[in-house]
């Protein structure tokens, strides 16, 4: 890979990773955010899903281009996390539609409750890929733990 693309690339991720970073530094904001980013993931996945697969289907892919611009590790990541995400709204069976409104409504909830003790809006807010950097927020921070770099 180009060397200089592969920079481009990792700066791009990092500019967005301490952007949305500036709005989650209230550690309860923060782990409200590690709880429901992949809850909301999960039912938003499945809510496509019951309105017919290869809508969550499109949607994944979609996703994956994304992530793969921005990074090969979070690529990687993701494309494990969506397989496990999928598995799981299989195996909801006809509960599906059901179960991902509720998660998808109680993990919003909690999302605007950690931003209002945050005292910021959203990202999402300025800029709607900022739904697609939340799961890598959430990642980078467990990623610094382990000390992988993206």
């Known amino acids: 890979m180009n060397t200089a693309v592969h920079d481009t690339q990792e700066r791009r991720v990092d500019q967005l990773l301490a952007h949305y970073s500036e709005s989650h530094r209230h550690a309860t904001n923060e782990l409200i955010h590690f709880i429901a980013i992949p809850l909301i993931m999960l039912s938003l996945v ?4 019951a309105l017919h697969p290869l809508v969550a289907y499109a949607f994944i892919a979609a996703s994956m281009v994304y992530y793969v611009r921005l990074s090969l590790v979070f690529f990687i990541t993701m494309l494990a996390g969506s ?9 909801m ?4 539609l059901v179960l991902c409104a509720g998660i998808f409504v109680v993990a919003w909830i ?12 959203p990202s999402f807010f300025e800029d709607v890929q900022y739904l697609w950097v939340g799961p ?5 921070k467990l990623f610094e733990k382990v000390g992988i770099r993206w």
Request: net charge positive; aromatic share 12%.
């Open 46 to 49: 499945g809510l496509m899903y």
């Open 83 to 91: 397989a496990l995400v999928l598995a799981l709204v299989h195996a």
């Open 93 to 96: 069976g006809e509960q599906r």
């Open 110 to 121: 909690f999302q605007f409750i950690g931003h209002k003790l945050e005292g910021k809006k």
């Open 136 to 140: 890598l927020f959430v990642l980078s």
